[in-house]
């Protein structure tokens, strides 16, 4: 996997609950990830996970932590919401929502779209939430 580049899509076996299953992954650009934390940790929301929580066609990535005292979690980023863009480009993978943030300029701000709950937003990263 080390020697594997970035963007690369591997296919697995596992077994989950007892029961085979295929997953596919898209290898990431750890230095990438390094440049863009913004202490927000996403994956893909699937498209059977939208629904049983009530969307309907919403591609896009959903927070699995936020790290205490990091950019995300002073711009109140919270753990559940579902990124939808990061400055207008669309984010369905944690692939792109990394590139996304990469291409952003923290000084200027990032815009972060989002859907927490029945209400959708925007929230702004920017240098004056960043760590001290």
Excluded: H
């Excluded at 699937?46 to 205490?68: F, L, Q, S």
């Amino acid at each position: 996997m080390a020697l594997t580049p970035p963007g690369t899509t591997a296919e697995f076996d596992l077994v989950r609950d007892g029961k085979p299953a295929k997953v596919s992954l898209t290898i990431g650009d750890f230095e990438a990830a390094l440049r863009t934390d913004i202490g927000v940790d996403v994956r893909t929301l699937g498209e059977a996970e939208a629904r049983r929580m009530g969307y309907r066609n919403i591609k896009g990535v959903i927070v699995t932590k936020v790290r205490e005292g990091s950019l995300g979690a002073r711009s109140q980023v919270e753990q559940g919401d579902i990124i939808l863009k990061v400055d207008g480009a669309k984010v369905d993978t944690p692939a792109q929502f990394s590139e996304a943030l990469g291409r952003g300029d923290v000084g200027k701000g990032i815009a972060l779209s989002v859907i927490r709950g029945e209400e959708q937003g925007t929230i702004l990263i920017s240098r004056g939430q960043q760590d001290r």
